[in-house]
């Protein structure tokens, strides 16, 4: 299986180019971090997404945004100066945007526009976290 899930925030606005057919492709550098023996350490993955996805990345994404991403993993082989090279990409099949926006009712589009995304109800959130069992 080669399914990758990554909660961060853009290192830069989303960069969109097209394919000779026409389809939207675009890329953008996303920032995840943990702890490492009680630091953090960043690391840099190149997210590309195509089609719908890459025009709802384009519309409402920038940098800073904080996005989760569902995906697979892809290397690419290439070279440069007669050496050996490879570059890993994440291919974005699902986006989901994490972070609060100016406007609520663009948020609201955007999640309705992404493949399996739903919008939640947070603001009685304390009263439904007492319900819950765990």
Same mark, same amino acid.
């Given at each position: 299986?080669?399914?990758?899930?990554? +909660?961060?925030?853009?290192?830069?606005?989303?960069?969109?180019?097209?394919?000779?057919?026409?389809?939207?492709?675009?890329?953008?550098?996303?920032?995840?971090?943990?702890?490492?023996?009680?630091?953090?350490?960043?690391?840099?993955?190149?997210?590309?997404?195509?089609?719908?996805?890459?025009? +709802?990345?384009?519309?409402?994404?920038?940098?800073?945004?904080?996005?989760?991403?569902?995906?697979?993993?892809?290397?690419?082989?290439?070279?440069?100066?007669?050496?050996?090279?490879?570059?890993?990409?994440?291919?974005?099949?699902?986006?989901?945007?994490?972070?609060?926006?100016?406007?609520?009712?663009?948020?609201?589009?955007?999640?309705?526009?992404?493949?399996?995304?739903?919008?939640?109800?947070?603001?009685?959130?304390?009263?439904?976290?007492?319900?819950?069992?765990?």
């Amino acid at each position: 299986m080669n399914k990758v899930i990554l +909660i961060g925030r853009l290192g830069g606005n989303p960069e969109t180019r097209f394919t000779q057919s026409n389809t939207p492709v675009c890329n953008w550098s996303l920032a995840t971090s943990k702890k490492v023996k009680g630091e953090d350490k960043t690391e840099w993955h190149n997210i590309v997404a195509f089609s719908k996805t890459a025009e +709802i990345a384009q519309q409402y994404l920038t940098k800073g945004s904080l996005v989760c991403v569902e995906g697979s993993i892809t290397t690419s082989q290439y070279e440069k100066n007669g050496e050996k090279r490879y570059s890993t990409q994440i291919i974005c099949d699902r986006l989901e945007m994490l972070g609060s926006m100016n406007n609520n009712d663009n948020k609201d589009r955007a999640l309705e526009q992404i493949p399996g995304s739903q919008k939640v109800d947070i603001s009685n959130w304390d009263q439904v976290s007492d319900d819950l069992p765990f």
